[in-house]
C-alpha cells in the first residue's frame, strides 16, 4: 500500500524543523525553507503559517502528540514510587524520536534553547500542558532531600541533557559517525541522571540557594 502523501504544511514543517536543527533560526529564510519544500511559491511559508515566528511554533508542536502518547504508555508500567522509572518515562521517549530518520527535533529544541526562545514553550496546548504538569509534578515529588527552587532547577537541568543528548544523536548519524548503541545510551543517561537527582544538597548549596533561584533560567520542562 502506497504510503499517504504529506500535506504541504507538513512538508514545511519538517523541512523547517531540519533546517533550522541544522542552521539556526537566523541561518535560514523562509523562501529557503519553501524552495527545500518543493513548492515553487516564495511566499509558501507566509500562506501557510503567517510568520516564521508561526513556523516554530508549529514545529515545535508537530512532534509532541507521538512523545506524549509515548511517555503516557511508560508511565503506565512505572511504579509511582521509583524515581528510576520516572525518568526513563521522559528519557526514552525523546531518546527514541531523535532516533527516527526523518527527525531533528532534539536540534531543533536546542536551537530554540541556544536563542532563547522559552516563549515557544509556553502556554503549551491542551492536553500536553496538564500531562506535562502532572508528569513533573510527580517527579518532583520524588525529591523530597531538595528544597525548591533548586528540587526544580535539578529536573530541568536533567530535561535539558536528555534533549541534548539526543540532539548529539541525531548529528552523529546524519554525519556518519560512530554511535553508542541505543540501548547502552538510554541506560547510562538515566543512570546519570538518577545519580543527579538523588545526589543531597551540600551545606554550599543552601547557603546560596538565593543565587540559584535568581541564576538563568532552566530549559522549559513542557516537552
Known sequence: MSAVPMSTQEQLVRVGERLFAQHGLDGVSLRQIGVAAGNANNSAVQY??????????AIFEYR???LHARRALLIEQA?????????????????????????????FLTVLHHYGRSDVFEPLPEPFAGNSRAYFDHLRSLLPHL???????????????VVHTAADRERRRAAGAPLLPFAIEVESVVDGLVGFLEAPAS?????????????????????
Open 203 to 223: 551545606a554550599r548549596s543552601l547557603a546560596t540557594l538565593d543565587d540559584v533561584a535568581h541564576a538563568e533560567p532552566a530549559w522549559p520542562l513542557g516537552v
Open 48 to 57: 501557510h503559517f503567517g510568520s516564521k515566528d508561526q513556523l516554530v511554533r
Open 147 to 161: 528544597p525548591e527552587p533548586l528540587r526544580g532547577h535539578r529536573v530541568s537541568r536533567a530535561m535539558n541533557l
Open 79 to 107: 511504579p509511582p514510587g521509583d524515581l528510576r522509572a520516572w525518568v526513563e518515562c521522559q528519557a526514552r521517549s525523546v531518546l527514541e524520536q531523535g532516533e527516527l530518520d526523518d527527525s531533528h527535533y532534539a536540534g
Open 64 to 66: 509532541l502528540p507521538r
